[in-house]
């Protein structure tokens, strides 16, 4: 019977990690055999970076170096832990640059920003069909 993310996560070959209070509290076994099997406790900064470590969004991309190779991370927040999915990108990931990630990210920040603004301006002049 599957109960929890980490269920479900020990189900996938894709690397992934479950962050809760900014240190990793379970890694599956793909995980594990690219981070070590050390992982469970170390922080997010030792692991990911500065910029992943202090990142508020719900969910993005970064390109970072994970145990000394470039990998494409993949992270959600969900209630007060964070998801992370990581794979190492291929020959044919070239677009998937560092630039084009964060412009990526930089007009999806900007979308989420507008939709929550107006959701807010809704609620505060009680229409109900706008928000």
């Known amino acids: 019977m599957i109960s929890s ?12 990690v479950i962050i809760q209070g900014r240190r990793i509290t379970f890694a ?6 690219l981070l070590g099997d050390d992982c469970i406790g170390r922080g997010i900064r030792e692991l990911f ?18 145990a000394g190779r470039r990998c494409l991370l993949r992270i959600t927040r969900s ?10 990108p291929g020959p044919d990931s070239a677009l ?9 990210r930089s007009g999806l920040m900007d979308l989420h920003l507008l939709l929550v603004a107006g959701s807010r301006r809704a609620a505060a002049l009680q229409d109900r069909e706008l928000s």
């Open 28 to 33: 599956n076994a793909a995980a594990r055999a």
């Open 79 to 88: 209630e007060d832990r964070q998801i992370v999915f990581f794979t190492r």
């Open 96 to 104: 998937l640059s560092d630039v084009y990630l964060q412009a990526l």
């Open 49 to 66: 970076g500065e910029d992943v470590a202090e990142s508020q969004a719900s969910f993005f991309l970064a390109a970072v170096p994970v």
């Open 5 to 16: 993310p980490s269920d479900i996560l020990n189900l996938t070959e894709e690397p992934a």
